[in-house]
């Protein structure tokens, strides 16, 4: 069983662009979820998602960042016009139930993708 | 509000002796779950060990062993017979059951040295 993959490891953008950030959970895993490292940091919490909806998106900034998990497909986190600020290590986990759902809460993390924004 | 506090920003240890990294936190919620993750230079999170805040007995993965103190919020790592491969940067964290959002302390570098 695959774990969390996530896609791609190391992201180069100049300020301005938009950078995709691709996130397939575990087989079975219905659940995603998004972390935020800024160097130096713990990580921070960003957004829920489940198929084809956005449960909590408390820690993801209003604007320029979206997040979406389709039906089909990876969940897709989106900066746009990015600014240096936004440099940092992206982390996707999933869970096979909802919390609270007779689970120890576990959360699998993928490797991450590191941004850089020139 | 949940907070995890790690008040050692860095750390080292001779290779096989043993090390202790500290973990305070701070929620209202009776069940709760309580974390220790391993971020090497790959910055891949690997769970080291996991403690649920109802059972009363201190986890143990093999070298790796907590020490939780419930009453005083204080959930401590213990390393022992410490390996050149246990390098890396550690994470304590927290969650509450019922609820999704993983807490994160600040971290621990931990470095062995040989």
């Known amino acids: 069983n695959a774990g969390v993959m996530q896609n791609p490891r190391h992201l180069v953008r100049r300020r301005g662009q938009e950078a995709r950030l691709r996130c397939s959970p575990m087989?079975?895993?219905?659940?995603v979820y998004w972390y935020r490292q800024l160097p130096e940091e713990g990580l921070k919490f960003m957004v829920y998602?489940?198929?084809?909806?956005?449960?909590?998106e408390s820690g993801m900034p209003k604007e320029r960042f979206s997040a979406e998990f389709p039906k089909e497909g990876p969940s897709i986190l989106r900066i746009q016009q990015v600014v240096r600020g936004d440099s940092a290590a992206y982390f996707c986990?999933?869970?096979?139930?909802?919390?609270?759902?007779?689970?120890?809460?576990?959360?699998?993390f993928g490797p991450g993708t590191r941004l850089t924004v020139l | 509000a949940q907070t995890v506090t790690q008040s050692q920003p860095e750390m080292s240890v001779q290779e096989a002796e043993t090390v202790t990294l500290s973990c305070t936190y701070d929620?209202?919620?009776?069940?709760?779950?309580l974390f220790w993750y391993k971020q090497p230079p790959s910055r891949q999170m690997i769970l080291v060990i996991r403690?649920?805040?109802?059972?009363?007995q201190n986890a143990t993965e093999n070298r790796f062993s907590v020490n939780f103190q419930k009453a005083a919020k204080s959930f401590s790592l213990k390393i022992s017979d410490s390996q050149l491969g246990d390098t890396a940067m550690y994470f304590c964290?927290?969650?509450?059951?019922?609820?999704?959002?993983?807490?994160f302390g600040t971290g621990t570098r931990l470095k062995v040295l040989a």
């Open positions: 986990a999933s869970s096979p139930k909802a919390p609270g759902q007779g689970t120890n809460n576990e959360q699998f």
């Open positions: 964290a927290l969650t509450t059951s019922g609820t999704y959002k993983y807490i």
């Open positions: 403690q649920e805040a109802y059972k009363q």
């Open positions: 087989k079975g895993h219905s659940h």
């Open positions: 929620t209202s919620e009776n069940n709760y779950y």
């Open positions: 998602l489940q198929k084809e909806n956005i449960i909590d």
